[in-house]
């Protein structure tokens, strides 16, 4: 498989393309090039010329063109256009990647004959509204999707528009797993500030709404990812849809009404 990275020239951005660029390494496949991008920038027609030249994209024969070689080489038929790589990774904003993709088609970088990937920047529904049919099949990752088909999740986002109108985020996921990980360990003794690190230290597995989460040395949670992707203008998971795969036993309780 192979890639470009297309990032933001922040801190944020080169954090998330040096992960991508070391699991992709890791997973045997080839990231071509990357190319940074000033935040502030409407047109990207600069950046993503370098990035072309960088990949070795060719420019796409114009009609003139064309014309010429079929009249010096009589009529051939045209060769499909293949870039040479599949997709294109972007760690910036929804605003930023719905301005972009529609000028990579423009500069023979044609989104729908690549796989786009993102991370929780195209989590919104504005990625989808700004970039309309070039955000099509778009893949992105979160630390939490309200739009899973997890039980638990579910669950958790009925209760929670119940309570404030709105679906819930990731932080609002991750606080609600914090607090049923503290309870759990409460209830099972923890009454001490010294229990409760060490219960917390033990924490492998907990099956929350933001993800199954285990607790790694530093006390930072490791937890599985939500993947999500665009169809029709929507954002819909990627995961399976059965239950006895993503269902959890121990799903945390509803909130109660208000």
């Known amino acids: 498989r192979t890639f470009v990275i297309f990032t933001p020239d922040d801190a944020y951005g080169y954090h998330y393309a040096d992960i ?11 990231v071509l090039a990357m190319q940074e991008y000033d935040v502030e920038l409407t047109d990207f027609a600069k950046p993503i010329k370098s990035l072309k030249k960088k990949a070795n994209v060719p420019d796409r024969p114009t009609e ?13 038929e045209e060769e499909e256009y293949v870039l ?29 004959r690549l796989t786009v990937l993102g991370g929780s920047g195209l989590n919104t529904l504005r990625f989808p509204e ?8 778009a893949i992105f990752t979160d630390g939490f999707f309200a739009g899973s088909p997890r039980p638990e999740v579910q669950r958790f986002v009925r209760s929670y528009r119940r309570r404030y109108g709105e679906d819930p985020g990731t932080f609002a996921a991750q606080a609600y797993d914090a607090a049923a990980m503290a309870l759990e360990s409460l209830r099972r003794g923890a009454d001490t500030r010294k229990k409760m690190l060490a219960a917390l230290a033990e924490v492998e597995g907990f099956p ?8 790694v040395p530093g006390g930072l949670p490791g937890r599985t990812p939500f993947f999500g992707t665009v169809a029709r203008g929507r ?24």
């Open 235 to 258: 954002l819909v998971s990627l995961e399976p849809l059965a239950d006895e795969v993503l269902s959890s036993p121990e799903a945390p309780p509803e909130f109660p009404s208000p």
């Open 64 to 76: 003139e063109e064309k014309v010429k070689d079929s009249r010096e080489e009589g009529e051939v």
């Open 208 to 215: 929350g709404v933001a993800g199954s989460t285990t607790l």
């Open 20 to 30: 991508f660029q070391r699991e992709v390494s890791a997973r045997g496949g080839e």
């Open 130 to 137: 700004m970039g309309e049919e070039f955000a099509e099949g």
């Open 84 to 112: 040479p790589f599949e997709a294109v990774f972007l760690p910036g904003s929804a605003d930023e990647a719905g301005l972009i993709l529609p000028q990579f088609a423009f500069h023979d970088m044609d989104p729908r």
